[in-house]
Nanobody, 121 residues
Framework: QVQLVESGGGLVQAGGSLRLSCAAS????????MGWYRQAPGKERELVAT???????SYSDSVKGRFTISRDNAKNMAYLQMNSLKPEDTAVYYC???????????????WGQGTLVTVSS
């Protein structure tokens, strides 16, 4: 089992920045992919960004060029630096981990509380 706790959200004006943190604990010996996801009011959860142990990163088109995902394996942390925030970025942000377990590539953690990001106009 992997436990994930997000923090760093808050209220920010459009154009501002926030840095989200994700602390992982539990069975974290092997995690290939760390990812950030978000769920806006009335919408489905969507992928924001991912990063792998090999250094590959990917971003949704809506955040590309504004957000940066990173990880610190020594501290079991993942981060999401969010710049040039827009009102449409308002959502609850979640982190999760993916890797192979029992022959299946799967999420290692449960979807928790997340951290709320609110961007005002």
């Amino acid at each position: 089992q992997v436990q994930l706790v997000e923090s760093g959200g808050g209220l920010v004006q459009a154009g501002g920045s926030l840095r989200l943190s994700c602390a992982a604990s539990g069975s974290i010996f092997s995690i290939n992919t760390m990812g950030w996801y978000r769920q806006a009011p009335g919408k489905e959860r969507e992928l924001v960004a991912t990063t792998t142990t090999g250094g590959n990163t990917s971003y949704s088109d809506s955040v590309k060029g504004r957000f940066t995902i990173s990880r610190d394996n020594a501290k079991n942390m993942a981060y999401l630096q969010m710049n040039s925030l827009k009102p449409e970025d308002t959502a609850v942000y979640y982190c999760n981990a993916k890797d192979v377990r029992g022959g299946q590539y799967m999420y290692l953690g449960l979807w928790g509380q997340g951290t709320l990001v609110t961007v005002s106009s």
